[in-house]
């Protein structure tokens, strides 16, 4: 099955396969108001407590199902409005657009932004879900696609049979969704443009800037064609321009993105060091599974059940097509084959957990929006010159696949204005990510030739969707916003590199680390057990102190205690406050890569952090010095009994750790 989900997603250029109800919402008769209007709702989504209303907005927009029928049907959008962290923010706000099509815009975007993007800085973001996705009414979703996969993902499908499966679940789907009252050919990019210039009309905005990621920047283009009145900038991020048709160009986007990632380790002395012969490595690997699948265990988050799924050569070559998707994934690239040519899968099965039980992605909007403006092709064009043999194989059995459902899908197509060239002067940003697998840069260039007053930027460390995966393309698109007349300063492009792989030399490797940050596999005794010793190994701070206040206050003892004693005493002091100071910081660190996004966590720590594991070595040699230590006062008969009873359970509880410590592989990294 891996082989039907990834052909699938290599197909669709999504990252995400849906299980999503359909409410086939559509309002019959006569509207309250004319649309287009907005109705303040609660919000759709889950909100800390608190910003509902003061940072945040949320209703629907209700639309014409038909904007040429304005009397007709009527749908409506969700929209989220994020208000501006700014005491007098600009009057102009942000409408961002999300891809696929078929990508929910506040799914993607309402959190991030949330957690403290620079972006809401001086204006109010607005995120709308387009007609028929994850959150507006009706949502095209397909559940009948979902439950194919699951039914099938530990299934070796060829891709013959993977794809007539596929068919006769999506046009199952398209059945339901017509027998439900929806007119498929109301979802095409003339009329979600058309939403746009509604919302800004029903919001009362005179002037807004556009952004548009994926397929949201091609919308964004035709919004720039046909409701271009009040659009103040526009930024595309991966851009598909409408001249291009990107199906038939994307075996060889892939193939060049691959080409990129391996001659990006090469010139990356660490990289190449240790994963010498990247490409051989990887094909040889894709020619193994090929003839012997591997099977492996991909988890659910969502519902916490694991499934057991067959991984072939053509599945790894798309799950890393995935990946290369994500500007934080793509420094694991490499050490992730490495690891699956020994047998480990760990970063590849949670990676590929997330892309299988994603449930934000509409198919019923990608086929409805793309049979009617991208399949006027002949499967034999596609682009299959200098392709790599093992990412051009069934690429045009998949284009026919694509054709045959258009067929079946029978929408309006919305013939040759579809694809031509947008001609603006508005000014616009034009950001693209040199890894980018489906949307490559040459792609922003073409874009740019009839866009006189746009300004290009290609960043050397991202894949596809620039914005919120760096400070510096944040920042380059709010000086942008600031002024758009004029090419934003950009002073941190220049610094930008090419991604530092993660390497030995640059990561301190602690398998564990994941399995503790999600308490997997008994994880949470572990840590209850380490932090009981951590405690207890604190105490003398306290039980010593009374001690020596007991003796000072009654009489002195006629057996003083030797020097040793006394310096064994001290050496106790040690290991409680060098235990919770590791543990601590290890926490402090790993929660800061956690919501900054860094997927070095699956793989250990950055190796700046290296001399903090000084400390697990200290603990483990006073534990020894204190072990010895146990067993001499014990034969000289140093203190009385019950100190001698509580140093040895000292003791004792330091060996625990120490060995708890040695499970975690935090003990040994200098090794």
Request: charged share 15%; proline share 7%; with cysteine.
């Amino acid at each position: 099955m891996i082989q039907l989900l990834f052909r699938l997603i290599n197909l669709a250029v999504t990252i995400a396969l849906s299980w999503i109800p359909v409410f086939p919402f559509l309002v019959t008769g006569t509207p309250s108001k004319q649309p287009p209007y907005f109705e303040p709702t609660a919000c759709m989504i889950d909100l800390p407590a608190g910003y509902e209303g003061e940072r945040v907005e949320c209703g629907y927009l209700v639309v014409p199902e038909i904007h040429s029928q304005p009397q007709g049907k009527t749908i409506r959008l969700a929209v989220v409005i994020l208000k501006s962290i700014s005491a007098h923010p600009r009057p102009d706000p942000l409408i961002m657009m999300q891809g696929g099509p078929g990508g929910s815009t506040i799914e993607t975007y309402a959190e991030r932004l949330l957690s403290g993007s620079r972006l809401l800085a001086d204006r109010d973001i607005i995120l709308f879900d387009q007609r028929g996705t994850l959150y507006s009414q009706p949502a095209l979703t397909c559940p009948e696609i979902f439950e194919l996969t699951i039914r099938t993902l530990n299934q070796n499908l060829s891709t013959q049979e993977s794809l007539r499966l596929y068919e006769k679940a999506i046009l199952a789907c398209r059945e339901r969704l017509i027998t439900g009252g929806i007119n498929l050919s109301a979802y095409n990019s003339f009329e979600n443009a058309a939403d746009v210039a509604d919302l800004q009309a029903a919001l009362n905005y005179p002037v807004i800037n556009l952004y548009g990621v994926s397929y949201g920047t091609l919308l964004a283009l035709h919004v720039m064609r046909f409701h271009p009145e009040g659009i103040r900038s526009v930024i595309l991020d991966g851009v598909v321009p409408p001249q291009v048709n990107f199906i038939l160009e994307a075996p060889r986007t892939q193939n060049q993105a691959f080409t990129h990632l391996f001659d990006a380790c090469i010139q990356d002395e660490n990289c190449n060091q240790n994963y010498p012969e990247l490409e051989k490595v990887f094909f040889e690997l894709v020619s193994k599974l090929d003839q012997t699948p591997a099977q492996i265990t991909i988890k659910d988050d969502e519902t916490g059940q694991e499934y057991l799924a067959v991984l072939n050569g053509e599945g790894l070559i798309n799950t890393l097509f995935q990946m290369l998707y994500v500007t934080e994934a793509i420094p694991a690239i490499p050490a992730t084959i490495y690891d699956i040519r020994a047998g480990k899968y760990d970063f590849l099965q949670r990676f590929l957990g997330w892309v299988t039980f994603d449930r934000s992605m509409s198919y019923g909007m990608y086929y409805s929006v793309l049979c009617a403006e991208d399949a006027d092709f002949d499967p034999k064009q596609v682009r299959l010159e200098g392709v790599r043999p093992a990412i051009a194989k069934d690429e045009e059995i998949s284009a026919a696949s694509f054709i045959s459902i258009c067929k079946s899908w029978d929408i309006k197509e919305l013939g040759k204005l579809a694809d031509e060239p947008v001609l603006s002067d508005i000014p616009t940003l034009i950001l693209s990510g040199a890894f980018d697998p489906i949307t490559p840069p040459d792609f922003g260039a073409i874009a740019a030739a009839t866009l006189p007053q746009s300004y290009t930027f290609t960043f050397p460390n991202t894949g596809h969707g620039a914005a919120l995966s760096g400070e510096c393309p944040d920042k380059i698109i709010l000086e942008f916003l600031e002024n758009p007349q004029q090419p934003p300063i950009a002073s941190c492009f220049a610094e930008l590199q090419p991604p530092e792989f993660f390497t030995p030399q640059r990561v301190i490797p602690i398998p564990s680390l994941n399995r503790l940050i999600n308490l997997e596999m008994g994880a949470t005794i572990q840590i209850f057990f380490f932090l009981s010793a951590t405690l207890f190994l604190l105490t003398p701070w306290g039980i010593w102190l009374l001690i020596w206040l007991a003796r000072r206050i009654t009489k002195p003892s006629t057996h003083p205690t030797p020097r040793l004693g006394y310096v064994l005493k001290w050496l106790s002091l040690l290991n409680g406050p060098a235990m919770i100071i590791f543990f601590t910081a290890i926490t402090i660190i790993t929660l800061y890569l956690a919501f900054d996004n860094n997927y070095v966590i699956f793989f250990g720590l950055p190796s700046k952090y290296r001399s903090l594991f000084l400390l697990p070595i200290l603990v483990a040699l006073l534990t020894i010095i204190l072990s010895a230590g146990s067993v001499k006062v014990w034969i000289s008969r140093y203190w009385t009994i019950w100190e001698r009873i509580y140093f040895t359970a000292l003791v004792l509880t330091s060996v625990v750790a120490v060995i708890i410590l040695a499970s975690w592989q935090m003990l040994f990294v200098f090794s």
